[in-house]
């Protein structure tokens, strides 16, 4: 079975190199929102202007209908570059690859309309939002050692690790991406490779509670201390900040406090990733299942609603404040890469991940099953049936038990689905 693994390396460009990477990433920036106008404008024209558009049926059905698709506006890519010779120099696939982007956008868009959800149109990227460019097919290659050649770009030096972290690009290799991080450039390589079916050494299982007192409490009792990277830094970041806003606007000086400003959070993401990194690695190498709740951390760090007196109108605490505290706080944890990381690490390592509902994981008593009901700043679970622990341990454990449950449900199902299904008589 073939899977697909991603490397990504940085990039040492020389001054007229990133130049160029720049010049490119701001070409490729100015087609997607000239074809997300385009497409802007087709929507103006064939649906508002319709005489039914009020009616909400008929106007999903026309703004599907009539919106573009990624072959119209490819076909019109070599009108482009007679209207605008610089696009020349730059490659076919990395053109068509803004394209692909363009149409991802309003699929994903129109997904979300047909699920209810809010659409969220696709916007226009300035020059701080869209940070990267793909060759998908060709147009790149390995040059032996520490280079790569892009196609009209040239031969840029890239530095691969070395010692015990070496990780050479294996398989066959997919697409290719630059992308920019504040001031750096990196290279992130799409590979396919057969994956070999891998036994885990191990039969042990593991429930996990994530939280933010603890980023982890085991089903055994163990914790992992939460190393809070972003509340560390604050106060770097907040000076970074105030600098940034005495600077003049447009001016180098201003350019300068933002890289500062941009070169701080990407230290804090990194700190933050390879924390996540290590220990998802400890814990696929430790247990065979690994068990957590299903958690949506866009969810829970939403803000709060506003309050509003119904007869005087005004506005009323809503504990906004203390939310905000909580959010960041849930925002720096980063739940969710931990748990793609463990879930793509198991793939590898023979082990796996299992998710879980998480209600009253907290509430219930992992001996007796009642349920307890507690505040959020109550830390300790006690119980009438003798039951007395830490609060995460109890959820744990909770995790785990329903995990495995779940697990061995879904394996009954399939047993019996393999025996009720009709025996095939041979092909003669």
């Known amino acids: 079975m073939s899977s697909l693994k991603a490397y990504k390396y940085r990039l040492y460009p020389n001054k007229k190199q990133a130049e160029t990477l720049q010049w490119v990433l701001d070409r490729a920036r100015e087609l997607y929102n000239a074809a997300l106008q385009e497409r802007r404008d087709a929507y103006e024209i064939k649906v508002k202007r319709h005489p039914n558009y009020h009616d909400e049926a008929t106007r999903k059905r026309l703004t599907q209908e009539h919106a ?53 149109y696709p916007r226009f990227h300035g020059s701080g939002r869209y940070e990267s460019f793909t060759f998908p097919q060709s147009g790149f290659s390995l040059t032996g050692e520490k280079r790569v050649c892009l196609s009209k770009i040239g031969t840029i030096k890239v530095k691969f690790p070395t010692g015990k972290k070496a990780r050479p690009p294996v398989g066959e290799m997919k697409t290719c991406t630059i992308k920019r991080e504040a001031n750096h450039w990196y290279i992130i390589f799409t590979c396919a490779m057969e994956q070999e079916i ?13 939280g933010l007192l603890h980023f982890a409490t085991l089903s055994d009792g163990s914790t992992v201390e939460n190393p809070r990277h972003l509340r560390q830094a604050e106060n770097k970041l907040k000076q970074l900040q105030e600098a940034l806003s005495r600077k003049k606007r447009g001016s180098k000086r201003r350019r300068k406090a933002v890289q500062r400003v941009g070169k701080a959070h990407r230290h804090i993401r990194n700190q933050r990733k390879d924390f996540h990194h290590k220990e998802s690695r400890k814990l696929v190498t430790t ?9 949506q951390p866009a969810n829970m760090s939403r803000r709060p609603k506003p309050k509003q007196d119904e007869a005087t109108g005004q506005y009323l605490p809503n504990g906004a404040s203390a939310k905000s505290g909580l959010n960041k706080s849930i925002v720096d944890a980063g739940w969710g890469q931990f748990q793609q990381m463990c879930v793509n690490k198991a793939e590898c390592a023979g082990s796996r991940v299992l998710f ?23 830390r300790w679970h ?17 995790i785990l038990r329903l995990g495995l449950q779940a697990s061995q449900k879904a394996s009954r199902a399939r047993t019996e689905r393999s025996e009720d299904a009709p025996l095939r008589s041979p092909r003669l």
């Open 68 to 120: 573009l698709t990624y072959h119209q506006q490819a076909t019109q890519l070599p009108e482009i570059k007679e209207i605008r010779s610089e696009y020349h120099d730059i490659h076919s696939q990395v053109l068509q690859d803004v394209l692909r982007r363009v149409d991802k956008a309003y699929k994903a868009f129109f997904r979300r309309i047909k699920e209810g959800k809010t659409p969220g």
């Open 356 to 378: 879980v509902s998480p209600k009253y994981t907290s509430q219930m008593c992992s001996d007796c099953g009642a349920i307890v009901q507690k505040e959020l700043e109550e």
């Open 287 to 295: 247990y065979q299942t690994i068990v957590f709740e299903k958690l």
């Open 198 to 210: 891998v036994y885990h050494p191990s039969e042990e299982a593991a429930g996990i509670d994530l």
């Open 382 to 398: 006690k119980c009438s049936c003798g039951c007395s622990l830490d609060r995460d341990h109890n959820a744990a454990k909770n």
